[in-house]
């Protein structure tokens, strides 16, 4: 499974465990519908749900005039997993999960949302340097 694949995968996954108050197991079988789970994309929905706590306080702590439960649920999926990489992947180049985020949300979201995930997740950056 190519990266950008497993990223849309993960985005679904956690949109269920968000939603759906699903475990993540479940969800990942629900999106990929085989027996066989790729590594990339168990790592991306166990890494953000085993640091969502951590996460999310990264994420409340850069919005502006909003709260992230008033964050549309898509969106919501997209910030903590790019966040999730940001944080905790080191081996993934920042300005490469920047890029894959937006494209997500321009994706499964709107144009709208694009720009307001970028601000947030400039905002996580410089927070975080």
Not at 18 to 34: C, F, H, R
Not at 50 to 68: A, F, G, M, P, Y
Not at 84 to 97: A, G, H, Q, R, S
């Amino acid at each position: 499974m190519k990266r950008r694949t497993a990223r849309e995968k993960a985005l679904q996954a956690l949109f269920q465990c968000d939603l759906g108050k699903m475990e993540p197991a479940e969800a990942i079988q629900n999106v990929i519908k085989t027996d066989k789970v790729d590594e990339f994309l168990e790592l991306l929905v166990l890494g953000t749900m085993e640091n969502q706590q951590e996460i999310d306080e990264l994420l409340r702590n850069n919005l502006e005039k909003w709260t992230l439960e008033r964050v549309a649920a898509v969106d919501r999926a997209i910030l903590r997993l790019a966040v999730f990489e940001i944080k905790y992947k080191e081996d993934i180049p920042v300005n490469v999960t920047m890029n894959e985020a937006l494209e997500l949300a321009k994706n499964f979201s709107d144009e709208q949302s694009s720009r307001f995930i970028n601000g947030v997740l400039s905002r996580v950056l410089t927070s975080l340097s």
